[in-house]
């Protein structure tokens, strides 16, 4: 709407306010809370935006319509969808149901159960274990768990340090800042956290907290469990899930869908390119690269043939010292993809009360790039 201000633009959002997934961890710690996180979207209003608070229920791409929950339709001549991600509980049958999900959170979206989750830790004895378990990759927020495994650490060693946090991984290593948080794992909380590698959730029994692995059966006090994940279940619905019965294939110049004309997939949604994360800060990215492709289409100007996104992810080591990984990704027309560009990016040398600074700059700064 900034820029091009006659292009009716309509924004379909479910919630009524937004709420921050990124620095969510923190609320588990106790250092920031949900309302911290909170934005409301009425300047969007301001700018011109059309904001209708219902859930997009059905997508018809041959009519060029969408179907609202409350019954509306609204036709388009470009639509641009934001799926996020679904949890795959079918993977986990003893969780593949609305009352054990109450119970065994996943607290990866950010919101109620942000707050359960906090609840259940405050409410854990001192000598108790957190369990955290981490799907294979990829998933949303590559760092996330790691950083929420610092953050509850954090927590018991200020509030009940004779408690545990264990953090079993599907995958074989750290996916994201290994070094970083493999130290903080071993040096700072070294007494609190243990980390294991190769170790995938099979199943668990609510009723007796009890996570099921290849190998073993685990019990704790709390578990938290992120499941598998896949594109939201709008993206199946519309036929935009075209890779590995999960993730969205795009034209990276455009984002627009390769399955569906005129359908333009952003964020965790999307089939990542290489070292892409599923980020915040690179959903950002993807938004601004679609929107000047959509105001050139729309117009019937070329797009642009190289488009460059960055990204930048912050993670609090401890209630105030973070570390951080940049990278910048650049469109190579011979492998139709975004590539990392050779020597750029960078990473944190170790935690700093500097860089928790920074990061709390960059998520007011993301919140009002995107809402004020």
């Known amino acids: 709407k900034l820029w091009n201000p006659a292009i009716d633009v309509v924004l379909v959002e479910q919630n009524p306010v937004f709420i921050s997934c990124p620095l969510s961890n923190r609320v588990l710690a106790g250092t920031m809370s949900l309302q911290d996180l909170t934005r409301d979207y009425d300047t ?3 700018h011109g935006v059309t904001v209708v608070q219902d859930v997009a229920t059905a997508i018809d791409p041959a009519r060029r319509a969408v179907s609202l929950k409350r019954g509306q339709t609204l036709n388009y001549d470009r639509l641009i969808v934001s799926p996020g991600v679904e949890f795959l509980y079918a993977q986990l049958p003893g969780l593949n149901n609305d009352a054990a999900q109450q119970t065994i959170l996943h607290a990866w979206k950010a919101g109620p159960q942000t707050l359960a989750l906090r609840k ?3 409410e854990m004895r001192d000598g108790g274990v957190y369990a955290l378990f981490v799907p294979k990759a990829p998933y949303r927020c590559p760092p996330g768990p790691y950083e929420r495994a610092c953050q509850v650490a954090w927590y018991f060693k200020n509030a009940k340090p004779k408690s545990k946090v264990l953090v079993f991984d599907a995958n074989p290593e750290i996916t994201s800042k290994k070094g970083l948080f493999g130290k903080a794992f071993s040096e700072r909380y070294g007494s609190i956290i243990e980390y294991r590698p190769n170790s995938e959730l099979t199943d668990v029994d609510p009723a007796t907290n009890t996570a099921r692995l290849q190998f073993e059966d685990v019990k704790a006090d709390v578990l938290n469990v992120v499941p598998p994940q896949a594109a939201g ?3 199946r619905q519309a036929g ?5 019965d999960r993730w969205c294939d ?3 110049r455009t984002m627009e869908s390769t399955a569906q004309k005129n359908i333009h997939v952003l964020g965790d949604a999307t089939l990542s390119a290489p070292a892409m994360p599923k980020s915040g800060h690179m959903a950002n990215a993807h938004a601004k690269v679609c929107a000047a492709a959509v105001i050139a289409q729309l117009a019937e100007q070329p ?3 190289s488009p460059m996104m960055t990204n930048t992810c912050y993670s609090f080591i401890s209630g105030n010292e ?3 990984i940049a990278s910048v990704h650049a469109f190579n027309a011979e492998k139709k993809t975004m590539l990392a560009v050779e020597g750029s990016g960078g990473l944190s040398p170790a935690p700093s009360k500097l860089e928790g600074e920074y990061a709390e700059a960059w998520g007011r700064n993301i ?3 995107m809402l004020a």
């Not at 935009?240 to 590995?244: A, D, E, G, Q, R």
């Open 120 to 122: 259940q830790l405050e």
């Open 44 to 46: 969007l209003g301001k």
């Open 322 to 324: 973070v570390v951080h």
């Open 233 to 235: 279940a709008i993206a």
């Open 303 to 305: 797009v642009n043939d």
């Open 250 to 252: 795009v034209d990276w």
């Open 367 to 369: 919140w009002a790039d």
């Open 240 to 244: 935009l899930v075209t890779s590995n």
